[in-house]
Nanobody, 115 residues
């Protein structure tokens, strides 16, 4: 399996929380940079958060302080904890694995934010 598998999307009210997971079952997982992107209808796909093999993180300005990316190399999984979700956060969230110049994309998980 080379495609990462996302899970954890769903419907949440404004101010609510969701935790997304991205699993990639390759032995090289610990050396990969893992990122979350999102794409809303008619908009570009934007980088939301990324985490390097060393654990360094980077975030989209609009999610700083609300989203946290983390990785568990033993489980070959990256998590995106999303708190205080707002309607502008609604999108399809995609996991991206970058390794030695290669990119692997998941199929995405939908996040809805609505009252």
């Amino acid at each position: 399996q080379e495609m990462p598998v996302e899970s954890g999307g769903g419907l949440v009210q404004p101010g609510g929380s969701l935790r997304l997971s991205c699993a990639w079952s390759r032995s090289s997982f610990p050396t990969a940079t893992i990122a979350w992107y999102r794409q809303a209808p008619a908009l570009d796909r934007d980088l939301v958060a990324e985490i390097s093999s060393a654990g360094n993180t980077n975030y989209l300005d609009s999610v700083k302080g609300r989203f946290t990316i983390s990785r568990d190399n033993a489980q070959s999984t990256v998590f995106l904890q999303m708190n205080n979700l707002q309607p502008d956060d609604a999108a399809v969230y995609y996991c991206n694995v970058r390794l030695r110049g290669l990119n692997f994309w998941g199929q995405g998980t939908q996040v809805f934010v609505s009252s």
